[in-house]
């Protein structure tokens, strides 16, 4: 049997998602996964933007902040059902990313990177600055997540309810992928200009999966804030962002499994790198440079180059 | 064939950490989450250097009930979710005890569910005042609160006679604490805040702010400014320049050598409340305190070759009210020494005398604050 690679990709994040919990000894070891499946899904809806169309955004981690702020704030200063928060934080992020990315998704390369990375900040400003509404620096706490009478909690839960979600958003990712829209991406990325002699409007291309990643970071961190069940505005961060950034990097540009497979390294190594105490932060660089020397397309696209050649089909 | 050599060093390095320990006499384990690295390392640095150093020395004088003490500590960075992780960690994987540690409030406002639900005893090194109000069953904290520094600030003006008070603070978390505790007291002391100014954190000039201050109806007859790092040191130094006329004080953030070198000449006549530690020689003999921070200031500093700050002086205070729980419960069960901790009386730190109660899970009273004011480049010992 044949299988196409986005098939492939879906059954295999599947055949992990529901193995995991079988394989993890305490509920620590879950909350490290449940980590990994909320950045992954930040991760997977960045690679959209990054791998497949080809632009830079330094500030996603803002959208990431707006959806965890929104469930935040949502009740408790309008007094909204935390998931109707969430809903409220996603349409808000995308609808940012639509105004904002008319405008700045003209320039291209540095100059883009630039106006997206203006965009993180002056979101991080805001949750840092705006005490009253927000908490400022010191964060805020995010009431539980009530569904239909239940109370969600346990990290076995989230575990369940994040790996769903990056479940959801790896299906729809892989399917853009090979949508017109994915295949109009793919063509501007290569040649703006040859992708618009073709009859692409590229303009409306690169907004609709700007406002797309956004509405993945939102998601992310509404999760992320509904799990934690406190936020502070390092989630909007100009750091998070790279690391965003650095996910879809190692992981492979343009890979969906290499965006989870990034968010997987970056969120498991620095705890298993605590054995190196001091130097911890010294051996995570040197492996990120290795990665990048000896796996330079990024780690999934470069192992599966690696690979017998009979056993990609 | 590299490649495969630094995978498999990859996946050992992974073994190793998730690898559980063996089990002896098992060593009691104590906990610590702090920012050792990122924006508030110079609190964390040195927590975690006292942490090491007491922990050491006492194992080498035979351990808590007979067994050795064992330090967990993992570094936040500063980021409140990655404390989060460590927390669960340390409470799943580690099973630890209890926790010294959260160098900041976001990062200790984070972690405490956590302990909470364990029923682990968590003493929290950040200064915030939401920490421990409302009280939680398990959680503590050594330093003073901010809230506590306006009430000294005002105690001294009050002193002088002085009730018109302009404010100008930092956006940043400490900032942006203080200056809300100190409108919240003010009218308690019959202080009058005629002007409240705040600047940002990468602001490299406040005579703005501080002239629309000079130039307030009535005037001010004292300034306060709330905030730590480099923010006081160029307000001191426009203070200054503007020759403003009036008193300014500071807050127990600039407690460090760094910020007289920062400001240079401008700090002098500057006041501001301090633990006792800034000024551990100039205590007199009878100070309760004075035995305690001169011991913990001379072993610091010559195993650590810095000068000691007071914010390992809050790491000391921790880890020695939870050995002195730990002995007292003779128990490692949490709710026993949570009880204990609850039940210190007049335990002497570096931070002052500490009585905890249920109501109060910090147990420090004004007292433990003294005002300093600098004179000739050093800190020196109003009262």
Same mark, same amino acid.
């Given at each position: 049997m044949r299988l196409a690679p986005r098939h492939a990709t879906l059954l295999l994040v599947l055949a992990v998602f529901a193995a995991l919990p079988f394989l993890l000894p305490s509920s620590f070891h879950l909350r490290v996964a449940t980590l990994v499946w909320v950045q992954a899904l930040a991760a997977v809806g960045l690679n959209l933007l990054m791998g497949l169309a080809g632009q830079v955004s330094l500030g996603h981690a803002g959208f990431f902040g707006i959806g965890a702020y929104a469930v935040a704030l949502g009740p408790r200063h309008l007094g909204l059902d935390p998931l109707l928060s969430a809903l409220a934080g996603l349409v808000l992020s995308g609808l940012l990313a639509l105004v904002v990315g008319r405008p700045i998704l003209r320039l291209r390369g540095h100059y883009l990177a630039v106006a997206t990375l203006g965009l993180g900040i002056l979101v991080w400003l805001v949750l840092n600055s705006e005490v009253g509404l927000t908490g400022g620096p010191d964060g805020i706490q995010v009431p539980r997540l009530v569904l239909f009478g239940w109370r969600v909690a346990g990290a076995e839960t989230w575990y369940w309810i994040t790996g769903l979600a990056l479940l959801l958003g790896v299906w729809l990712a892989l399917n853009l992928e090979d949508s017109p829209l994915g295949r109009a991406l793919r063509a501007l990325h290569d040649s703006e200009v040859a992708a618009r002699v073709a009859g692409i409007d590229v303009a409306r291309a690169k907004l609709v999966v700007f406002v797309i990643a956004a509405i993945y970071a939102a998601l992310a961190g509404s999760l992320l804030a509904l799990f934690n069940r406190f936020v502070t505005p390092q989630v909007a961060d100009f750091l998070h962002s790279i690391e965003l950034v650095t996910m879809v990097v190692i992981g492979g540009m343009g890979s969906t499994l290499g965006a989870i497979v990034g968010a997987a390294i970056l969120t498991v190594l620095p705890q298993a790198l605590t054995v190196f105490h001091d130097y911890e932060h010294a051996v995570l660089g040197l492996m990120i440079i290795l990665f990048m020397i000896f796996l330079r397309q990024g780690i999934v696209p470069g192992l599966v180059a690696l690979l017998p050649r009979r056993a990609v089909a | 064939?590299? +490649?495969?050599?630094?995978?498999? /060093?990859?996946?050992?390095?992974?073994? =190793?950490?998730?690898?559980? #320990? %063996?089990?002896?006499?098992?060593?009691? !384990?104590?906990?610590?989450?702090?920012?050792?690295?990122?924006?508030?390392?110079?609190?964390?640095?040195?927590?975690?250097?006292?942490?090491?150093?007491?922990?050491?020395?006492?194992?080498?004088?035979?351990?808590?009930? /007979?067994?050795?003490?064992?330090? @967990?500590?993992?570094?936040?960075? %500063?980021?409140?979710? +990655?404390? !989060?992780?460590?927390?669960?960690?340390?409470?799943?994987?580690? +099973?630890?005890?209890?926790?010294?540690?959260?160098?900041?409030? &976001?990062?200790?406002?984070?972690?405490?569910?956590?302990?909470?639900?364990?029923?682990? #005893?968590?003493?929290? =090194?950040?200064? &915030?005042?939401?920490?421990?109000?409302? @009280? $939680?069953?398990?959680?503590? $904290?050594?330093?003073?609160?901010?809230?506590?520094?306006?009430? $000294?600030?005002?105690?001294?003006?009050? $002193?002088?006679?002085?009730? !018109?008070?302009?404010?100008? *603070? %930092?956006?940043?978390?400490?900032?942006? *604490?203080?200056?809300?505790?100190?409108? +919240?007291?003010?009218?308690?002391? /019959?202080?009058?805040?005629?002007?409240?100014?705040?600047?940002?954190?990468?602001?490299?000039?406040?005579?703005?702010?501080?002239?629309?201050?000079?130039?307030?109806?009535? /005037? @001010?007859?004292?300034?306060?400014?709330?905030?730590? &790092?480099?923010? #006081?040191?160029?307000?001191?130094?426009?203070?200054?320049?503007?020759?403003? &006329? @009036?008193? =300014?004080?500071? *807050?127990?953030?600039?407690?460090? !050598?760094?910020?007289?070198?920062?400001?240079g000449a401008a700090a002098e006549g500057v006041r501001l409340p301090a633990a006792a530690l800034l000024v551990a020689e100039q205590l007199p003999d009878n100070d309760p305190q004075k035995r305690v921070v001169m011991a913990y200031k001379q072993l610091y500093e010559s195993t650590q070759n810095q000068p000691v700050s007071t914010f390992g002086g809050h790491a000391y205070d921790g880890l020695m009210i939870l050995v002195e729980a730990i002995k007292r419960a003779n128990s490692t069960d949490g709710t026993r020494i949570r009880d204990a901790i609850r039940a210190t009386r007049g335990f002497v730190g570096t931070g002052g005398v500490v009585n905890m109660s249920a109501t109060d899970h910090m147990g420090l009273d004004l007292s433990a604050f003294r005002m300093i004011e600098i004179r000739n480049g050093t800190w020196k010992l109003i009262d």
């Open positions: - | 064939m590299q +490649r495969r050599q630094f995978f498999a /060093g990859m996946a050992a390095a992974a073994m =190793l950490a998730f690898a559980a #320990p %063996g089990h002896a006499q098992a060593p009691i !384990r104590i906990g610590s989450v702090l920012s050792v690295t990122g924006p508030a390392s110079f609190l964390g640095d040195p927590e975690a250097r006292t942490l090491r150093l007491y922990i050491d020395r006492i194992n080498q004088a035979g351990g808590v009930l /007979g067994r050795r003490l064992e330090l @967990v500590l993992y570094d936040d960075g %500063g980021d409140a979710n +990655r404390a !989060r992780t460590f927390a669960t960690r340390l409470v799943e994987d580690d +099973r630890v005890i209890a926790v010294v540690g959260g160098t900041t409030t &976001g990062t200790s406002m984070a972690m405490i569910p956590v302990f909470e639900e364990a029923k682990i #005893p968590f003493i929290s =090194l950040a200064g &915030g005042i939401e920490i421990i109000e409302p @009280v $939680k069953p398990f959680t503590f $904290k050594t330093p003073h609160t901010d809230k506590m520094a306006c009430e $000294k600030i005002f105690d001294d003006l009050r $002193k002088r006679g002085l009730t !018109r008070v302009g404010l100008i *603070s %930092g956006t940043g978390g400490f900032g942006a *604490s203080m200056r809300n505790q100190c409108l +919240r007291v003010a009218g308690e002391f /019959g202080i009058q805040i005629v002007a409240d100014e705040r600047y940002g954190p990468g602001d490299t000039d406040m005579t703005p702010q501080l002239t629309r201050m000079r130039n307030v109806p009535g /005037g @001010v007859q004292a300034v306060i400014n709330a905030d730590f &790092g480099q923010g #006081p040191a160029i307000v001191t130094r426009n203070f200054a320049q503007l020759n403003m &006329g @009036v008193p =300014l004080y500071q *807050s127990h953030g600039v407690a460090s !050598r760094s910020f007289i070198e920062l400001a």
